[in-house]
């Protein structure tokens, strides 16, 4: 086993990867709550035509720019109504975000270096994750990539600087668009910390102001315009409650301990984990020549102020580190030879560890599930998990078993292994779909029925309107559909008793509610049909 591999088996690789993953993305119901969030947002801007306010339940939905919602809008109008055309963009972006790793890496370094760091990020276990999800961080990360690498090149090849820096502006203008300020506000962050390890000021005259900046503003400043044009007030939202305050204050109800997201990042690294610990903590004693641009130390500081930025935030989420994983790539591809051969060993010594834990957990799952509330749906997990197992030794053992221990072919490898065992394992997470989707409950509401009055009763599945094609009526509910309550006031009903009296006066309707609030309305003789339920919710008929 001492012949090399190449390029064309490296191409074979990212062709078969490329086929399951868009097969895993149109395998599975959408999640909540984002993917059903975002997928009816973009289902309600194609039905109303309105392109400027997006569109919740019928109502203002402004907590993010529009830009992804664009997308997805015409992912569906070309593809229909399907969570293939749901997650088409998401998908789209994180094999750019791929791409581009790819092209920085071979321009700056070489074409080993190159592959190495696509095949390490198409394996880091939290950007495969979220790059299958209809969710707006993988576009955001790709966008900041896609600026990060121009950037990166214009400092390192000045004769380009200028359509590369121009190239750089428009895509954070872009992840302004996608996900709001925080796409600005982390590379400017980055670009005075780096200024001040470096001590290298000049670069901010490298930066294009000139042209950069008009460019920035004609793609961001537009529909902010227009928004507060037709809402009166949007910015003041947008920009303090949206930003400001979800950042500073638990008003979300996100807030985590600080060292979430060091487990976020450490679990999500894996299987590279070891030496993803091993780029960040090494070469910071070595400080670049004054006015000589030093690129990883300018990725080094990235990756840190990505997770302490969202570390000292008072709203944490899992994906939102995600921007960070392009960094680790590139980073951990040009370690030195004798590194990157031993980090290839370890990553694969864990993914044989894996594929025997995981292949143990499949023989055991229903004795470790017996007992468990939910446990009936997950008990079906047990093949698909011995399956992934199997992906994951036969990648190790390929590259364990090498006797010329070439890092660049024992990465692809690994990374084709890592890559694949987690789509499988995504594409798998449908069978237990009743857990986290509408899916199945939405398949329950009679043809019939589709028109009558749907009412949702203290909770709002977010997946449950984009599968009825239709709004719902929220009985003593707002959360984060707050805003587009105080604009459409008349859509609430406010509580339980005056719901029970519209509902008892009325004809042929239907309503949603969780189990709890399904027992407690029958317990008070309330009229209700049961028509199906799931792990969570009960949807009945007036009759």
Same mark, same amino acid.
């Given at each position: 086993m001492n012949g090399r591999v190449g390029p064309?088996?490296?191409? +074979?690789?990212a062709a078969l990867v490329v086929v399951v993953w868009f097969a895993a993305s149109a395998s599975r119901p959408l999640f909540n709550p984002d993917e059903g969030r975002y997928a009816e947002v973009s289902r309600e801007m194609l039905v109303s035509g309105d392109w400027v306010i997006p569109q919740l339940d019928g109502m203002p939905y402004i907590e993010k720019p529009p830009l992804q919602y664009w997308a997805t809008a015409l992912s569906f109008k070309v593809f229909g109504l399907s969570e293939f055309a749901a997650r088409l963009y998401? *998908?789209?972006?994180?094999? *750019? +975000?791929?791409?581009?790793? /790819?092209?920085?890496a071979r321009g700056l370094w070489n074409e080993h270096a190159a592959w190495r760091a696509a095949a390490v990020l198409a394996s880091l276990s939290l950007f495969v994750v979220v790059g299958q999800l209809l969710s707006l961080d993988m576009s955001l990360t790709f966008y900041m990539t896609l600026g990060l690498a121009a950037f990166l090149w214009a400092q390192s090849r000045p004769?380009? !600087?200028g359509r590369a820096m121009l190239l750089a502006w428009g895509a954070i203008a872009l992840g302004v668009l996608t996900k709001g300020l925080v796409a600005a506000a982390i590379p400017a962050a980055v670009l005075i910390l780096y200024s001040l390890a470096a001590r290298d000021f000049g670069l901010w005259r490298r930066l294009s102001f *000139? +042209?950069?900046?008009?460019?920035?503003? $004609?793609?961001t400043v537009p529909w902010h315009w227009l928004a507060e044009r037709r809402l009166p007030g949007f910015l003041g939202f947008y920009l303090l409650r949206e930003h400001f305050e979800r950042y500073l204050t638990p008003v979300a109800d996100r807030q985590e301990s600080w060292w979430f997201f060091s487990v976020v990042f450490l679990a999500g690294s894996l299987p590279w +984990?070891?030496? !993803?610990? *091993?780029?960040?903590?090494?070469? /910071? /004693?070595?400080?670049?020549?004054?006015?000589?641009?030093? $690129? $990883?130390?300018?990725?080094?500081i990235w990756i840190l102020f990505v997770v302490l930025f969202f570390s000292i935030s008072d709203s944490q989420l899992i994906p939102y580190i995600v921007p960070a994983f392009p960094a680790l790539a590139w980073l951990i591809a040009i370690r030195p030879p004798p590194k990157l051969r031993r980090d290839v060993l370890v990553a694969a010594a864990f993914s044989l560890v894996t594929a025997i834990g995981l292949g143990t957990a499949s023989v055991l799952l229903p004795r470790l599930l017996a007992g468990a509330e939910r446990g009936a749906y997950f008990l079906p997990l047990a093949p698909p998990l011995l399956r992934i197992a199997g992906v994951l030794a036969v990648s190790a053992l390929f590259v364990l078993l090498r006797r010329d221990r070439e890092p660049t072919g024992g990465a692809v490898f690994l990374g084709a292994g890592w890559c694949l065992g987690l789509l499988l394992l995504i594409r798998a997470s449908g069978l237990a779909a009743p857990v986290y989707s509408g899916r199945g409950l939405a398949a329950a509401l009679p043809a019939a029925d589709r028109t009558a009055p749907i009412y949702s009763i203290e909770t709002y599945d977010q997946t449950l309107p984009f599968y009825w094609r239709r709004t719902v009526d929220l009985v003593s509910y707002r959360g984060e559909l707050d805003y587009g309550l105080r604009h459409a006031p008349g859509r609430e009903i406010g509580s339980i008793a005056a719901f029970v009296k519209r509902w008892s006066a009325s004809g042929q309707a239907c309503a949603i509610m969780e189990t709890g609030m399904y027992d407690y309305l029958q317990a008070r003789g309330v009229p209700m049909r049961e028509l199906g339920r799931d792990a969570h919710r009960v949807l009945v008929a007036r009759r």
């Amino acid at each position: 086993m001492n012949g090399r591999v190449g390029p064309a088996l490296y191409l +074979t690789l990212a062709a078969l990867v490329v086929v399951v993953w868009f097969a895993a993305s149109a395998s599975r119901p959408l999640f909540n709550p984002d993917e059903g969030r975002y997928a009816e947002v973009s289902r309600e801007m194609l039905v109303s035509g309105d392109w400027v306010i997006p569109q919740l339940d019928g109502m203002p939905y402004i907590e993010k720019p529009p830009l992804q919602y664009w997308a997805t809008a015409l992912s569906f109008k070309v593809f229909g109504l399907s969570e293939f055309a749901a997650r088409l963009y998401t *998908g789209l972006t994180a094999f *750019g +975000t791929l791409f581009v790793v /790819w092209l920085l890496a071979r321009g700056l370094w070489n074409e080993h270096a190159a592959w190495r760091a696509a095949a390490v990020l198409a394996s880091l276990s939290l950007f495969v994750v979220v790059g299958q999800l209809l969710s707006l961080d993988m576009s955001l990360t790709f966008y900041m990539t896609l600026g990060l690498a121009a950037f990166l090149w214009a400092q390192s090849r000045p004769e380009a !600087a200028g359509r590369a820096m121009l190239l750089a502006w428009g895509a954070i203008a872009l992840g302004v668009l996608t996900k709001g300020l925080v796409a600005a506000a982390i590379p400017a962050a980055v670009l005075i910390l780096y200024s001040l390890a470096a001590r290298d000021f000049g670069l901010w005259r490298r930066l294009s102001f *000139g +042209t950069g900046l008009p460019l920035f503003v $004609a793609i961001t400043v537009p529909w902010h315009w227009l928004a507060e044009r037709r809402l009166p007030g949007f910015l003041g939202f947008y920009l303090l409650r949206e930003h400001f305050e979800r950042y500073l204050t638990p008003v979300a109800d996100r807030q985590e301990s600080w060292w979430f997201f060091s487990v976020v990042f450490l679990a999500g690294s894996l299987p590279w +984990t070891l030496p !993803a610990l *091993g780029v960040l903590v090494q070469g /910071w /004693w070595r400080r670049p020549a004054r006015g000589v641009f030093d $690129a $990883a130390l300018f990725l080094r500081i990235w990756i840190l102020f990505v997770v302490l930025f969202f570390s000292i935030s008072d709203s944490q989420l899992i994906p939102y580190i995600v921007p960070a994983f392009p960094a680790l790539a590139w980073l951990i591809a040009i370690r030195p030879p004798p590194k990157l051969r031993r980090d290839v060993l370890v990553a694969a010594a864990f993914s044989l560890v894996t594929a025997i834990g995981l292949g143990t957990a499949s023989v055991l799952l229903p004795r470790l599930l017996a007992g468990a509330e939910r446990g009936a749906y997950f008990l079906p997990l047990a093949p698909p998990l011995l399956r992934i197992a199997g992906v994951l030794a036969v990648s190790a053992l390929f590259v364990l078993l090498r006797r010329d221990r070439e890092p660049t072919g024992g990465a692809v490898f690994l990374g084709a292994g890592w890559c694949l065992g987690l789509l499988l394992l995504i594409r798998a997470s449908g069978l237990a779909a009743p857990v986290y989707s509408g899916r199945g409950l939405a398949a329950a509401l009679p043809a019939a029925d589709r028109t009558a009055p749907i009412y949702s009763i203290e909770t709002y599945d977010q997946t449950l309107p984009f599968y009825w094609r239709r709004t719902v009526d929220l009985v003593s509910y707002r959360g984060e559909l707050d805003y587009g309550l105080r604009h459409a006031p008349g859509r609430e009903i406010g509580s339980i008793a005056a719901f029970v009296k519209r509902w008892s006066a009325s004809g042929q309707a239907c309503a949603i509610m969780e189990t709890g609030m399904y027992d407690y309305l029958q317990a008070r003789g309330v009229p209700m049909r049961e028509l199906g339920r799931d792990a969570h919710r009960v949807l009945v008929a007036r009759r």
